[in-house]
């Protein structure tokens, strides 16, 4: 790729090591930088809290430790070839669900705030959930890639009405589109859906958009929507998952909005004011790294509202350059894109840019009350081993891609070129 390597005139141009996108290599270290220093001062809370029992050397141990882990599963990721993961993609898949459905089962998943979401590994909690994402959007690639002949007329949304399957051109349907296409993606939101509603809600948005990418017709994906506004009321009325805590956490954001907060007592402000507050009083240029008084006061700091605690710290145009970054992440994926000839290359690499910059969009709307609480964190910013560690496995599979394409090893498997061909 001449264009990238000439963006970036650095020493990383003359290490082999750095092939690919460079932009991509310099906001991935400026993002792991970023969490380590705010990571670490959202986190004195819990060092002077009788209730953590943990210093807060403790909790910067572990966090350099995920970091560390996370920085070995990119380059491991970075250094396999793209064939490898279109073999495993129905095998990681499978292994992914099993993993996310074992965290349901009593004595086997953690359960935490009522969401069973988490498996011990090796004495630390994982969330499989997070795994389940990154093999939905592998499988789907593969899935779509594969049929690309076949792609424009393509029917993957079979008849309303179930009586009707039992007819050849339904049966076909249901071979060919339903089932390989339209069946692990619900299976993957539903999965998701009982321990984190917005996980679920963020893995169909992802797949839609690559349909939409993959060229399935729109009329389609129109259905799709038709069928998932229906089961969604349904969800919704029968309180299904974790819908009824979504619904309470949509009321108050509605709240928020609609009536006077001013005479509330200090003590009754939700995570969501108090965020805004971090905000206002970061100003600018901030109040300085490790001087945050809204750290003190917010449920989790560290994950759910670092944002806002960092433009509290570092100000608003340290804030603005961060969210600039999250969009340039995307930007950089759409180039590489642009140079893929191999279609499941490049819906697999625009597929998982996809993830990095919708939920850290909607981490900052969380933060700034134009989204109702989601509980997403900021990616690979945030305090969360489960999360950093499969966001920089996304992250190594995409400078992965730019690596081929740039030392042309990037070969498109029979009938599976680029999408004018």
């Not at 003359?14 to 986190?43: P, Q, T």
């Not at 071979?175 to 917005?198: D, E, F, M």
């Not at 939409?212 to 259905?223: A, N, P, S």
């Not at 006061?297 to 350059?321: M, N, Q, R, W």
């Amino acid at each position: 790729d001449k264009d990238t390597r000439e963006q970036v005139p650095s020493i990383l141009s003359k290490v082999n090591i750095f092939k690919g996108d460079r932009v991509l290599w310099v906001i991935v270290a400026i993002l792991f930088v970023v969490s380590l220093l705010v990571v670490y001062s959202s986190v004195a809370k819990m060092g002077y809290s009788p209730y953590w029992k943990a210093t807060t050397s403790h909790y910067l141990r572990n966090h350099i430790f995920a970091i560390g882990i996370a920085l070995l599963a990119l380059f491991v990721s970075y250094l396999v070839s793209c064939r490898f993961y279109r073999r495993i993609a129905t095998t990681l898949y499978a292994f992914a669900l099993v993993l996310t459905l074992c965290a349901y089962i009593p004595g086997i998943g953690h359960a935490t705030n009522g969401a069973a979401r988490w498996l011990p590994v090796f004495g630390f909690q994982f969330q499989p959930s997070e795994l389940l994402k990154v093999a939905t959007i592998l499988f789907l690639a593969q899935q779509l890639a594969a049929r690309q002949r076949t792609i424009r007329s393509l029917r993957i949304v079979p008849s309303f009405n179930p009586f009707r399957w039992s007819l050849p051109e339904q049966k076909k349907i249901w071979r060919t589109g339903t089932l390989p296409i339209l069946v692990p993606i619900a299976v993957s939101c539903a999965v998701i859906l009982k321990a984190h509603t917005s996980s679920a809600v963020l893995v169909f948005i992802i797949s839609m958009v690559m349909m939409f990418i993959g060229r399935v017709r729109v009329r389609e994906l129109l259905k799709v929507l038709g069928a998932v506004a229906i089961i969604g009321s349904l969800l919704v009325v029968f309180e299904f998952g974790r819908t009824q805590t979504a619904s309470g956490r949509l009321d108050t954001w509605i709240n928020l909005w609609t009536e006077s907060q001013a005479d509330k007592p200090v003590r009754d402000l939700t995570d969501t004011e108090r965020a805004m507050i971090a905000i206002h009083d970061g100003g600018i240029v901030g109040v300085g790294a490790g001087r945050s008084v809204m750290r003190a006061k917010i449920t989790h700091p560290e994950s759910d509202y670092i944002f806002a605690f960092f433009v509290e710290e570092y100000g608003i145009i340290l804030a603005v350059f961060l969210v600039l970054l999250y969009l340039w992440i995307f930007y950089r994926a759409i180039r590489i894109f642009e140079h893929c000839e191999w279609i499941f290359a490049g819906l697999l690499e625009l597929g998982l840019a996809l993830p990095i910059t919708i939920q850290a969009l909607a981490h900052i709307m969380v933060s700034i009350n134009l989204l109702p609480e989601t509980g997403q964190n900021l990616p690979l910013i945030a305090h969360g081993g489960s999360s950093m560690l499969c966001t920089a496995i996304a992250f190594g599979i995409i400078l992965g891609v730019s690596r081929q394409i740039e030392q042309e090893t990037l070969i498109p498997e029979k009938n599976e070129s680029s999408f004018n061909k």
